[in-house]
């Protein structure tokens, strides 16, 4: 049973900065997943933030680009998304997502709220 659990959210300030990470079990081989972050504010539609492809390479939404980076740790099986210079627009409900041959999976949610 693949199973996502997130921790990291929380409240901060505008400029500030947060780590999420992501600890996947459940799965034989974590390399080579498809797997990341997408967020969800209130009233709006779940969208991308970070995510590894299959391949290894990486994908940003624009919004984030230069201020969020993805990273995983192939030994911890765990995927981490370090936020930084956080805007009041960043405040969502992050989760962690992972693609096991061809069903998805998805972490609880964690909240992060930045103040302005």
């Known amino acids: 049973q693949v199973q996502l659990v997130e921790s990291g959210g929380g409240l901060v300030q505008a400029g500030g900065s947060l780590r999420l990470s992501c600890v996947v079990s459940?799965?034989?081989?974590?390399?080579?997943?498809?797997m990341g972050w997408y967020r969800q504010a209130p009233g709006k539609q779940r969208e991308l933030v970070a995510l590894?492809?299959?391949?290894?390479?990486?994908n940003y939404a624009d919004s984030v680009k230069g201020r969020f980076t993805i990273s995983r740790d192939n030994t911890k099986n765990t995927v981490s998304l370090q936020m930084n210079s956080l805007k009041p627009e960043d405040t969502a409900v992050y989760y962690c997502?992972?693609?096991?041959?061809?069903?998805?999976?998805w972490g609880q949610g964690t909240q992060v709220t930045v103040s302005s």
């Open positions: 459940g799965i034989i081989r974590f390399s080579g997943k498809t």
């Open positions: 997502y992972v693609r096991v041959y061809d069903a998805d999976y």
């Open positions: 590894f492809t299959s391949g290894g390479s990486t």
